[in-house]
C-alpha cells in the first residue's frame, strides 16, 4: 500500500510542477482521492497529471474516468476490474461517472448476498448501455473502489430489463489459491448453480424489474466477449462522450 500510495504521490506532485506550484488539484481529482482510497489517489493523480498536458483549465475530456483506465497489455489473458462491491454485502453500489463518487444504488430488496466481489470491466459497453459487468472470486472480500487486475474464467448469459447484461466470473490473478483454475471446467458445478440461482432472485422483489438467466459460456468466448465489448467501447468514444445507463 505505501508503494502505491508513494506512487500516486509521486504523480500529483508532478502534476502540480507542469501546472505551477502554486494550483490546486481540481475539484475532480480531489473526490476521486477521497472516495478511492488508494485506486482513487493513483486515478486522481493521473487526471492531474492529464490536465497539465492539456494545459490545465479542467477540461472534460483532459480528466481520467473510471471508465476510460486502460485496460493493459495483457488483455483480454489478464484484465483490471473496479470493484463496486465486496462479496457477502447486500448494498448495491455503482459508480456515478458524473459525480466521480462511488454511489449507493439501493439495497437488494430480497434476502440475499453478492456471492463474490462485484464491479466491472473499464473500456467496455454491453448491450445493456452499460460496462461488461465482473465477478471476482477470491479468498477475501476487496475493497470497494479498489482496481484488481482478474483472470477471466466464464461467463453467464443473462438478460434484464434494459438489455442484455452478461455477467463475466473471473479470479483474483495474484492470488495463489486460484492458480489452478483456469476453464470453466475447473469451476464446481454449485459455484456456477449459487451464482445462477442469486441473479435469478435478487431482483425478485423489485417492481418492474426482471431477469432471464442462461447458460455458461468458456474461456475462450469469454475473452471474445471481453474484446468485442471493449471494440464497442472505441466505436462509440470515437463519436463522442458515452452516455452511460448508470447515469
Same mark, same amino acid.
Given at each position: 500500500q505505501r508503494s502505491f500510495a508513494s506512487a500516486g504521490a509521486r504523480a500529483l506532485e508532478k502534476g502540480r510542477k507542469m501546472t505551477g506550484t502554486g494550483e490546486k488539484m481540481s475539484r475532480t481529482s480531489k473526490r476521486m482521492m477521497i472516495v478511492g482510497g488508494i485506486a482513487g489517489a493513483l486515478m486522481a493523480a493521473a487526471a492531474t497529471v492529464n490536465e497539465a498536458s492539456a494545459g490545465g483549465g479542467g477540461k472534460p475530456g483532459s480528466q481520467l474516468?473510471?471508465?476510460d483506465v486502460p485496460l493493459g497489455?495483457?488483455?483480454?489473458?489478464?484484465?483490471?476490474? /473496479?470493484i463496486e462491491v465486496s462479496r457477502g454485502s447486500r448494498n448495491k453500489y455503482e459508480w456515478d461517472n458524473e459525480q466521480g463518487f462511488l454511489k449507493l444504488d439501493r439495497v437488494l430488496h430480497s434476502a440475499v448476498f453478492y456471492p463474490h466481489n462485484y464491479g466491472f470491466f473499464p473500456q467496455t459497453l454491453c448491450g445493456d448501455g452499460d460496462p461488461l459487468d465482473v465477478l471476482v472470486m477470491g479468498d477475501l472480500?476487496?475493497?470497494p473502489g479498489s482496481l484488481?487486475?482478474?483472470r477471466p474464467i466464464a461467463y453467464m448469459v443473462m438478460e434484464d430489463e434494459k438489455g442484455m447484461d452478461e455477467k463475466v466470473l473471473a479470479v483474483v490473478a495474484k492470488d495463489p489459491h486460484y492458480v489452478e483454475m483456469q476453464t470453466l471446467r475447473d469451476v464446481p458445478e454449485h459455484v456456477l448453480m449459487e451464482i445462477a440461482h442469486f /441473479?435469478?432472485?435478487y431482483k425478485a422483489l423489485e417492481k418492474k424489474k426482471w431477469v432471464k438467466v442462461g447458460g455458461w459460456k468458456g474461456t475462450e468466448d469469454t475473452k471474445k466477449l471481453i474484446e468485442d465489448t471493449h471494440d464497442m467501447y472505441l466505436q462509440e468514444k470515437s463519436k463522442g462522450p458515452i452516455e452511460y445507463a448508470g447515469n
Open positions: 474516468s473510471v471508465y497489455k495483457k488483455m483480454p489473458n489478464v484484465v483490471p476490474c /473496479f472480500p476487496l475493497v484488481v487486475d482478474v /441473479f435469478e432472485t
